[in-house]
């Protein structure tokens, strides 16, 4: 069900995006009287599933489920229509338009998906506004992973400061020593400051894992659920029952929990368990990871004070614009670290199955427009780069003619068009190879 969830959230997401930018391409070309001959969510090669004719443009939904497009009379686009460019120019093709009106007409998509990315961040600012937890109410300090402790960093630590500048959400430092290149972070530990180097190894650890450094919260306890197999529902346990010791140890926090049972596959230990205020002694063998099959009655929120902004609609639109340009920058950022070998973050390139994991397994329209939000953006940039079939290819070309004076040959641009294909196409390959690794060695 949670599959079904998050794949049906990214394709009314993915949906939406792509109608909004071919949109943006549509409205232009009809301000500048250039027919569009079609416009489709979704590829139809060969065949369609649904489509009507209104005046000169098809309007319809293909059967191949990767973008979509508008057909734009006398351009070489993904239809790859050369019959029609063998034919004289004619004043409603996009080649017989001014240089001035095609770079608009090629802008239009991205100009869209931004200016939607704007929009969508407002309205959510305005609604719902912003919740975080401020890395000061970390009380506990954090919880650190194998690779967090190999890093330097401790379970117990109190983050302070990355580089000396103090990041108020909690969750967003690990982007930031990611995206700022950082080379310390700051931490308070047994109450003295220390001074944690980061390398470019460090970095592609933090990409490439994920959990590395988490809040530590205090011990749970009490049963909430058991697993389909579990050993702890085999042994006698129930729900509600609270775990108070094991082997005569008792916990402060939950990872000291977690840590004896990983630390402990396939073995039996000496659960002691509170019910209705009597001490049972049950023992139970763990799995062959260490696992209990158990989920707890969670308070993580009730242990934390996490902090929420609220805007008045005057205040949410230049909250919402500065929200989507601190968005689009560090987005920006990221292929700094994708193009760097040492951080190795070309290995993080994902396809569908990437996205629509990040997506929530249950429905929540906050989350949903988040994250619509940002895909609009991720699209809007990944269509601008300077690659041939992508919006930022054809840009290219026309300011060469509007630098230059000069038209580049059709040829050229059929040919382009080609490459340009290939590479989508070759990228699109890599990304799905990498996430069926992921998916191979469960590391989404």
């Known amino acids: 069900m949670v599959i079904l969830v998050k794949a049906a959230q990214l394709i009314l997401s993915l949906s939406i995006l792509v109608v909004l930018h071919e949109f943006g391409h549509f409205i232009f070309s009809k301000a500048f009287k250039c027919r569009v001959e079609k416009f489709y969510l979704f590829f139809d090669a060969g065949f369609s599933l649904f489509k ?79 919740e975080y937890l401020p890395t000061a109410n970390v009380k506990y300090g954090i919880v650190a992973s194998e690779i967090g402790k ?53 970095i592609a650890k933090l990409l490439k894992n994920k959990g590395v450094i988490g809040v530590r919260y205090p011990y749970f306890g009490k049963i909430d659920g058991f697993a389909k197999e579990s050993p702890a529902k085999v042994a006698g346990m129930q729900k509600g029952d609270i775990i108070v010791k094991v082997n005569g140890e008792t916990f402060e926090f939950q990872d000291q929990f977690t840590t004896l049972m990983k630390a402990n596959p396939e073995k039996e230990l000496l659960f002691t368990v509170e019910r209705n205020k009597q001490l049972i002694d049950m023992p139970v063998k763990l799995t062959n990871a260490g696992m209990l099959g158990i989920s707890w009655q969670n308070n993580f929120a009730d242990n934390f004070e996490f902090k929420t902004l609220t805007y008045g609609f005057w205040e949410s639109i230049p909250a919402g614009i500065a929200k989507g340009w601190d968005i689009s920058v560090d987005y920006l950022k990221q292929f700094k ?45 990944m269509n601008i780069l300077p690659i041939p079939a992508l919006d930022g290819g054809h840009v290219i070309f026309v300011l060469y003619e509007m630098i230059t004076g000069r038209k580049p040959n059709e040829k050229v641009l059929e040919y382009a068009q080609y490459v340009g294909l290939a590479l989508l196409l070759l990228l699109m390959v890599y990304a799905t190879y990498n996430d069926i690794m992921r998916f191979i060695f469960k590391k989404f």
Request: no cysteine.
């Open 52 to 130: 009507f004719k209104k005046g000169e443009t098809e309007y319809g939904i293909g059967w191949l489920p990767f973008g979509g497009y508008v057909k734009i009379s006398g351009m070489i686009d993904e239809s790859m229509d050369k019959e029609q460019m063998k034919l004289p120019p004619q004043p409603h093709e996009f080649r017989s338009k001014p240089a001035y009106q095609r770079l608009l007409i090629m802008i239009g998509g991205v100009l869209m998906n931004f200016i939607v990315a704007l929009i969508i961040y407002i309205g959510v600012l305005y609604t719902w506004g912003e």
């Open 337 to 381: 670290l994708i193009f760097n070998t040492k951080t190795k973050a070309y290995e993080s390139v994902g396809s569908f199955l990437t996205i629509g994991n990040i997506f929530p397994g249950i429905w929540d329209w906050q989350s949903f427009w988040t994250m619509t939000a940002f895909l609009s953006i991720v699209l809007g940039i």
């Open 150 to 202: 190999e890093i330097g960093f401790e379970s117990g630590d109190k983050i302070l400061s990355v580089d000396n500048i103090v990041v108020e959400d909690f969750f967003k430092i690990i982007s930031t020593i990611a995206l700022e290149d950082a080379k310390t972070v700051q931490v308070e530990r047994n109450g003295e400051k220390v001074d944690v180097l980061i390398d470019q190894d460090d």
